[in-house]
């Protein structure tokens, strides 16, 4: 398994500001997945974060509002930039090895508030 | 298309009674399945899953799932609840056919609520 860790855990901005969470794996891993969760509710992921190379976002996302950094194997940040109160969520950093039957292990999450 | 359904929102068991959280999916090719449950103000722990082999899979904390390819299921069962596994759970598939990183697809979540 993956212990994943994140900073902060929880954070109140204001509104126009930026805010870095990040994420750090005790193990070298291939896959770093940066996902949003509205409490309560499913997950949704916003980019794959490649090492050494630019993130893959999703549709709906792009990298000026969401830039990511993936400096080496057990590391990543997520940028949430500009915010406004809509931005308010959970944001969850997602690890697996490699292959397509490796299990996906999650942080703790970063408990954001825009105000 | 793939998809995964977890029909029902809430699921309310007494404590002591066998519990059953339903998923059913939809994949292009083999799925690997996967369980994972969220406690309130934490992130998704994995719980178990099926890639291939025996179709009954025991996972953490007592929970077992089943897969049938037949019903597109993988209902994630316990055979006593305790007040401790109220949670969120959350069904996954990631679809072997389907090269994008292999990408998790995410039921919407089923509330557990076991009452002592």
């Known amino acids: 398994s993956a212990v994943i860790s994140q900073k902060p855990s929880r954070d109140i901005c204001q509104r126009g500001t930026s805010l870095t969470i990040q994420c750090q794996v005790d193990?070298?891993?291939?896959?770093m997945f940066w996902y949003r969760q509205q409490p309560g509710q499913s997950l949704t992921l916003i980019a794959t974060?490649?090492?050494?190379?630019?993130?893959?976002?999703e549709s709906g996302f792009v990298i000026d509002k969401f830039p990511i950094s993936r400096p080496n194997l057990t590391f990543s940040t997520l940028t949430v930039s500009n915010m406004s109160p809509e931005d308010s969520s959970i944001y969850l950093c997602?690890?697996?090895?490699?292959?397509?039957?490796?299990?996906?292990?999650f942080g703790p999450g970063t408990r954001l508030t825009v105000l | 298309a793939q998809s995964v359904a977890q029909p029902e929102d809430q699921v309310n068991v007494a404590e002591g009674n066998p519990l059953t959280v339903k998923c059913t999916y939809s994949?292009?090719?083999?799925?690997?399945l996967f369980w994972y449950v969220q406690y309130p103000n934490r992130g998704l722990q994995f719980l178990l899953k099926?890639?291939?082999?025996d179709n009954l899979v025991k996972g953490s904390y007592g929970f077992e799932a089943e897969f049938n390819k037949s019903q597109t299921s993988f209902h994630l069962k316990k055979p006593s609840a305790l007040v401790s596994d109220s949670a969120l759970y959350f069904c996954?598939?990631?679809?072997?056919?389907?090269?994008?990183?292999?990408?998790?697809?995410w039921g919407a979540g089923t509330k557990l609520i076991i009452k002592p």
């Open positions: 974060a490649n090492q050494g190379s630019e993130a893959t976002y």
């Open positions: 994949v292009s090719g083999n799925p690997y």
């Open positions: 997602s690890a697996r090895r490699q292959g397509r039957t490796d299990t996906q292990y």
């Open positions: 193990s070298q891993v291939t896959m």
């Open positions: 099926y890639i291939t082999g």
């Open positions: 996954a598939v990631r679809d072997d056919w389907v090269d994008s990183n292999y990408q998790l697809i």
